[in-house]
């Protein structure tokens, strides 16, 4: 596709299922990221891959926080047990690469999850 | 104290006029900075990148960079109704890994 595409646009879970958010990055792009963002605060960095590898994950809030990208393009986001606390937009983002080093994230439309 | 921290309005400028927006960081070892604009209920896009000391023009934008002071600022001239939006500054602190912090946002409105 033409852009970052991420599913399901919204998710209503109740407290203490799990999730799992799903991000099909732009094609080619070797870098991928995952942003938590709250409503009226800044994206909060979770996690970012270089093609399958996971360099950075120090933005997960808590063990319940899982991602992965095992083959290098499709990223998912699990979220087990879910709190009320983790309602937010999660935003994934992917970018060509550090060689370019552009700074410049693609960002997908976000999967908004509400827990009730 | 935050990372990134921004002033986060609202801020609200005439159409025509120019609108300022600012922005500190933290870490003096940051690399590389960033203006993202994102409107409501949709996603970030980067609008400006900064790497160096000094101003950076783009059509109407003009970003500045002060690692001295650690601030940098972001100009809208003529500013125009589309401009509408919550500008997100961006840092880049970690050498090799591409992460970048983000602020909470500047809500700007620009009055018609």
């Known amino acids: 596709g033409a852009g970052v595409s991420q599913s399901p646009r919204y998710k209503v879970a109740k407290r203490g299922q799990d999730v799992a958010l799903r991000c099909d990055p732009i094609?080619?792009?070797?870098?991928l990221f995952w942003y938590q963002q709250a409503l009226g605060q800044g994206p909060e960095f979770l996690t970012y891959?270089?093609?399958?590898?996971?360099?950075?994950k120090s933005g997960l809030p808590s063990d319940r926080f899982f991602a992965e990208r095992p083959e290098g393009s499709v990223s998912t986001l699990k979220i087990q047990r879910t709190q009320q606390e983790d309602s937010a937009v999660y935003l994934c983002?992917?970018?060509?690469?550090?060689?370019?080093?552009?700074?410049?994230?693609?960002f997908g439309e976000g999967s908004r999850l509400t827990v009730l | 104290q935050k990372e990134v921290e921004q002033n986060s309005g609202p801020l609200s400028v005439p159409e025509g006029a120019i609108a300022s927006l600012n922005c500190t960081y933290s870490d003096r070892g940051s690399q590389s900075f960033f203006w993202y604009r994102q409107y409501s209920g949709k996603s970030p896009e980067l609008i400006m990148s900064?790497?160096?000391?000094g101003d950076k023009e783009d059509g109407r934008f003009t970003a500045q960079l002060n690692k001295a002071s650690q601030y940098v600022s972001l100009l809208i001239r003529d500013s125009q109704p589309s401009d509408s939006a919550t500008y997100l500054c961006a840092v880049n602190n970690s050498f090799g890994n591409e992460k970048l912090t983000f602020g909470t946002g500047t809500r700007l409105t620009i009055i018609p």
């Open positions: 891959f270089q093609n399958e590898a996971q360099l950075d």
């Open positions: 900064i790497y160096s000391n």
């Open positions: 983002a992917s970018s060509l690469g550090h060689s370019t080093n552009t700074g410049e994230l693609f």
């Open positions: 094609s080619g792009h070797v870098s």
